[in-house]
């Protein structure tokens, strides 16, 4: 639905006079109009001038260690899946659906496999992709050309310490050159876990009624944890934990539309920060790991390993969150008021038993649907959302902390993502093409 | 004799039925009388319904304390999802009573389907119940409770911010 009241349209040219988001430097000032959460015109935009045009995250390496080994899940909508080929070991993405008339050629979520055949027909491919099978292929007067039916690769694919993405424009830049300074951050979570991670078995599929950057927002945001989350700071202090140090840091843009914010926090974290809440059975083996990481990368670096907790975003939707577990999340819209939300653990593979018992629970507490603080987000996006219809109101404000040195609690953060993305998004980011 | 002869499935249906009612109610001091202080609580995650609390991924894994601090947490005014609370209706059905490996406890499996009911919103959660429940002098205590959800995901629910 439409916010903008006024009937007037905005002329060729118009873009700095009416845009939706509003960077004012000299007032100090950043707002985004709420049209850019509601519009349909501004989602379709969305799906063609970003989600199609970004590096985009697919999975992770540890879930196809073995060749053949393979995951379907969509990417911005579109089906593909994720298949680690047996010839050439290589990850293989392709589009999911049969080159012959369309039909979805893997049809399980997870699982491991020599050839997908399309039950439809019962053309066959191989994990690299070629068609190997085609029953009757006499009935082709021309003969089929095999090579050039084979299943349809996603046009890149490249991955970075495990992160695996891919993205639909051929012609975007390579990945290391795309993740800029988010390439240290994710050094920072993958060496402290020890350089060999994996995603725990569970993963948190939901959704809800909002517009998809509002969670985005909310992954990197310092500033409602006080608030919204009351019950789970409760939580913890009837378990023990002190909460006076409280939550401390600051927001760093780390180029491309990437941001993080990197506090201290008063829980204790796996690796490897002990809080008695941990256990004295834990503590030497937390003592240890943090040795370790000293020895190996010093002691500055060990130290933001392993007590300094960061909310990454990877520009546009994929969510990095090693606060008291790590958490990897993708964010994507099906209609301008619903998001899609799948969300993972990822952990060190070689981790101790009872490690991994308060990674699992220190994730499962705060994080996910059934946890003491993610349905509350949900909550409030929704309640956003809700506010948005009334229309009385054109303006979100973003303001909070421009001017200063951006801490943790203010939005820098999200002003670096709404700054590429109107930079992305370019005439559709006016208020006369969001109707 | 073994525990599960001594007691019929009516009378653990009733006690089921009477767990739901407290659930439905929102008396939720009360609901959690009904557990033993070495209980848990689980909810595997949708993709994993045998999700082993130990090295999975599960939504909730709750020790009493933890079960305690969802309940104080859910009567407060601050779990914005639960604020103001959700009409459920918790169903019981297709109840089989077995023996369990402990001596003095019964398992139970049940399906379920638990309706919510909130500002517009209908949501419904189907799965199945597996218990273990105790006998003692004063009636029944809940060791373990676990919900194995049959959805294949979370979307059409968005999350579950109440008790199952």
Same mark, same amino acid.
């Given at each position: 639905?439409s ?6 349209t ?13 960077d004012?430097?000299v007032?100090?000032?950043?707002r985004?109009h709420r049209s ?5 015109d ?20 540890s ?5 053949g080994d393979?995951?379907?899940? /969509? ?9 680690r080929g ?11 659906s ?6 979805l ?7 491991s ?6 039950f ?10 070629r068609?190997k099978?085609?029953?009757?292929r006499?009935? %082709? ?15 890149r694919?490249e ?19 795309y993740?800029?300074?988010a ?33 985005v927002?909310?992954?990197?945001d310092?500033?409602h ?5 009351d019950?789970?700071f409760k ?18 843009a ?8 990197e %506090?201290?926090?008063p ?7 002990w ?10 083996e937390?003592?240890r ?9 010093g002691?500055?670096?060990?130290h ?5 907790n960061?909310n990454m975003?990877i ?9 008291m ?14 998001v ?12 101790l038993?009872?490690?991994?018992q ?10 996910g649907?059934g946890?003491?603080?993610t /349905? ?9 959302q809700?506010?948005y219809?009334?229309?009385g109101?054109?303006w979100n404000?973003?303001s909070?902390?421009?001017g200063?040195?951006p ?19 370019g005439?559709?980011?006016e ?5 | 004799?073994?525990?599960?002869a ?11 039925y ?7 109610a ?8 009904l557990f033993?202080?070495?209980a848990?609580?689980e909810?595997?995650?949708?993709d ?9 991924l599960l ?11 969802r ?5 407060s005014?601050r ?9 459920t ?13 402990e ?6 499996t ?8 909130r500002?517009?919103?209908?949501s ?5 119940y597996?218990?273990?429940i105790r006998l ?12 194995e959800?049959d959805?294949?995901?979370?979307r059409?629910?968005s ?6």
């Amino acid at each position: 639905m439409s916010i903008d009241a006024t009937t007037q349209t905005a002329p060729a040219g118009d873009v700095a006079v009416r845009p939706l988001v509003v960077d004012d430097q000299v007032n100090q000032t950043f707002r985004v109009h709420r049209s850019a959460m509601t519009s349909p015109d501004v989602h379709r935009a969305e799906i063609e001038r970003i989600f199609a045009k970004s590096w985009l995250y697919v999975g992770h390496e540890s879930e196809i260690s073995n060749p053949g080994d393979f995951v379907r899940r /969509p990417l911005a909508g579109r089906p593909i899946f994720m298949v680690r080929g047996v010839d050439s070991g290589n990850i293989n993405v392709f589009h999911n659906s049969c080159t012959h008339r369309g039909a979805l050629v893997c049809r399980q979520d997870t699982g491991s496999a020599k050839v997908f055949s399309c039950f439809y027909h019962a053309w066959s491919f191989d994990t690299e992709g070629r068609l190997k099978g085609v029953p009757d292929r006499d009935a %082709y007067a021309g003969g089929l050309k095999f090579d050039e039916l084979g299943l349809k690769r996603v046009p890149r694919v490249e991955s970075y310490r495990g992160f695996v993405f891919a993205s639909f424009d051929p012609e975007i830049v390579d990945l290391p050159t795309y993740l800029a300074g988010a390439k240290d951050y994710i050094d920072l979570v993958i060496d402290g876990c020890g350089g060999n991670v994996e995603l725990a078995r569970g993963t948190n599929e939901y959704s809800f009624t909002a517009n998809w950057k509002l969670l985005v927002e909310n992954s990197i945001d310092g500033y409602h944890a006080q608030s919204t989350h009351d019950t789970y700071f409760k939580y913890l202090v009837s378990i023990g934990t002190d909460l006076q140090g409280g939550v401390k840091g600051r927001a760093v843009a780390l180029g491309n539309g990437h941001a993080v914010i990197e %506090y201290s926090a008063p829980w204790g974290r796996p690796v490897a920060k002990w809080e008695p809440l941990f256990g004295e059975d834990a503590r030497d083996e937390i003592n240890r790991l943090r040795a370790d990481l000293v020895s190996r990368y010093g002691e500055e670096r060990a130290h933001a390993m392993s007590e300094v907790n960061r909310n990454m975003l990877i520009y546009p939707n994929l969510i990095i969150n090693d606060i008291m577990a790590v958490t990897v999340r993708t964010i994507f819209p099906s209609a301008p008021d619903r998001v899609d939300v799948t969300a993972w653990q990822l952990a060190p593979r070689d981790e101790l038993p009872s490690l991994r018992q308060r990674r699992l629970d220190s994730f499962l507490t705060f994080l996910g649907p059934g946890g003491f603080a993610t /349905p509350d987000d949900v909550e409030a996006l929704e309640s956003c959302q809700q506010g948005y219809a009334g229309g009385g109101v054109e303006w979100n404000d973003i303001s909070r902390g421009m001017g200063r040195g951006p801490m943790a609690n203010d939005e820098e953060q999200m002003r670096v993502f709404w700054r590429r993305w109107q930079q992305q998004m370019g005439s559709a980011a006016e208020r006369a093409g969001a109707r | 004799m073994t525990a599960a002869a001594t007691v019929s499935r009516q009378q653990v249906e009733d006690f089921l039925y009477a767990e739901a009612a407290l659930l439905d109610a929102w008396s939720l001091d009360e609901w959690l009388d009904l557990f033993d202080p070495d209980a848990k609580y689980e909810v595997p995650c949708n993709d994993a319904p045998d999700g082993n609390p130990d090295t999975d991924l599960l939504l909730i894994d709750d020790d009493y304390t933890r079960l305690k601090a969802r309940v104080v947490r859910l009567n407060s005014r601050r779990a914005h999802r639960e604020y103001p609370h959700s009409r459920t209706n918790h169903q019981i059905f297709n109840v089989r009573v077995a023996d369990p490996d402990e001596p003095g406890e019964i398992a139970v499996t049940a399906s379920f389907t638990v309706w919510r009911f909130r500002g517009g919103k209908t949501s419904c959660y189907v799965g199945k119940y597996r218990y273990r429940i105790r006998l003692s002098g004063t009636g029944f205590r809940i060791a373990f409770k676990r919900a194995e959800l049959d959805m294949s995901d979370l979307r059409a629910v968005s999350d579950v911010a109440i008790i199952l």
